[in-house]
């Protein structure tokens, strides 16, 4: 028997290929759409509904009132209280998950699949029957204010915070889903109520199930379940779908602004502009520029200000992708004495992509490989598969876009790299906004070259 031979290193062999599961679509005859992803692997069903209205669909005076709405759905529906609501959920093993982002609400649910008939029960009756009792907006409302409250004293939230309201001012993107004290004190059970009628439609919702589940019995057990859901859009109040399509601030020039935090032995800092919509055609390239800029460790931010300056634990940047135009955006946090130095050097990256060192060969393929080797890995789990079923109805993506995705990002070269650069990054017109000491700030940021700060107190 003759042993390995260890003066040689393992072929690395390239990933097999990657064939997204069928879907099956059809609509309910009171519009529900329904997707089914038919997976028996285990004894699972993960459900997940698309409704297509997140905060960027909250009211101009009421930032936040979608994401109250959203904690709403599971604090009693029908005769039960919220107690009972989540008994009934625990008794199957199973727990109702909200999230509300800028475009969307997601509901979600795992259940055993001998439970899925009970589960969808419980589910249909949360999002289309949810109580909004006075009392436990009351009580939802006071645990939101002090998430809030403990919010202000973290750097990083408010960070966020501040930025968005600066770079979107008077977009529907300039708020956190969480929205601001202020606003959370004048919502009213009405607003709820309201709010809920208008974004929770049958027709506009899309149910999501992958699992341990036929289609056909799918589609018969949902129709049990949500047949009583016949309110019609147009008896409804408007809650904006569409409102984030709207065009953003246009910005010229670069911009500084600085939140004072007394004594802060750190500053917090946001550096970036609006970028690109998930709808354009040049994702896949952006999203291996963004790799190679600040997407992973090995990053030309991350190792310029980590690993070469010793300013910071960590930098990153990001597209965020949304149905309107999202934000493009550097990170990080370094000591107040190295601030304006890693504003400058941070510049400095930026530009270099555009100017002298644009992306090499050997940058290239290590940023597509970081975005396609292990590409199944997304896909393993019932509740990966629903979440990836989202993005394509979120984004009005093909069947077939998964099994593409890996393609696209392997075609994509130096030459078309360098214009999407010239395309979508302008550091030119960059807000950098520091949480920070502002006195210990003052004479370092003068060398920054970006005037003086605006000072910003965040909403």
């Not at 949360?126 to 645990?143: H, I």
């Amino acid at each position: 028997m003759t042993g390995a031979d260890r003066s040689r290193l393992p072929e690395v062999h390239g990933d097999p290929p990657f064939t997204f599961p069928p879907i099956f679509k059809s609509r309910l005859a009171h519009g529900l759409g329904l997707w089914c992803i038919e997976e028996s692997s285990l004894p699972l069903v993960s459900l997940l509904m698309v409704v297509p209205a997140g905060s960027a669909s909250d009211p101009d005076r009421l930032p936040g009132l979608a994401s109250l709405t959203g904690d709403m759905l599971d604090e009693g529906s029908g005769t039960r209280s919220a107690i009972d609501v989540h008994d009934a959920f625990a008794r199957i093993g199973a727990h109702l998950e909200i999230e509300v982002a800028a475009d969307n609400t997601l509901i979600g649910l795992t259940v055993l699949s001998r439970y899925l008939r009970q589960g969808l029960s419980l589910f249909a009756d949360c999002v289309v029957r949810p109580s909004l009792r006075e009392a436990d907006v009351e009580r939802v409302r006071q645990l939101r204010l002090n998430r809030l409250v403990q919010l202000r004293d973290l750097a990083p939230a408010v960070a966020d915070r501040a930025f968005m309201q600066m770079l979107y001012e008077g977009h529907p993107y300039g708020h956190l889903a969480i929205g601001t004290e202020a606003a959370l004190k004048e919502m009213t059970v009405a607003d709820v109520v309201a709010f809920h009628a208008g974004a929770c439609l049958a027709s506009r919702a899309t149910l999501i199930a992958v699992g341990d589940v036929k289609a056909e019995t799918l589609g018969q057990m949902v129709d049990e379940a949500f047949g009583g859901w016949t309110r019609r859009e147009e008896e409804s109040p408007d809650v904006g779908f569409d409102r984030a399509l709207a065009e953003p601030p246009a910005v010229s020039n670069r911009r500084l602004a600085v939140v004072h935090r007394a004594a802060a032995a750190q500053s917090e800092l946001r550096l970036g502009h609006v970028g690109a919509a998930r709808s354009t055609p040049d994702y896949a390239p952006l999203l291996v520029l963004n790799m190679v800029l600040g997407g992973h460790f090995v990053s030309r931010v991350n190792l310029k200000l980590r690993e070469e300056k010793g300013y910071t634990y960590g930098a990153r940047t990001s597209f965020d992708f949304r149905r309107g135009r999202g934000p493009f955006l550097l990170q990080t946090s370094v000591q107040t004495q190295v601030t304006a130095d890693a504003v400058k050097d941070a510049f400095a990256e930026l530009q270099e992509v555009l100017d002298n060192r644009p992306v090499n060969a050997e940058e290239l393929e290590l940023a597509k490989s970081a975005l396609t080797r292990g590409y199944a890995r997304n896909f393993e789990t019932t509740e990966q598969l629903a979440r990836a079923l989202a993005q394509l109805i979120a984004h009005n993506l093909p069947d077939q876009y998964y099994d593409q995705f890996p393609a696209r990002v392997l075609e994509v070269d130096t030459a078309t790299i360098a214009r999407v650069a010239r395309a979508h990054l302008h550091p030119e017109r960059m807000l950098t906004l520091i949480v920070g000491d502002r006195p210990a700030l003052e004479t370092s940021l003068a060398s920054i070259g970006l005037g003086d700060p605006a000072v910003l107190v965040p909403a």
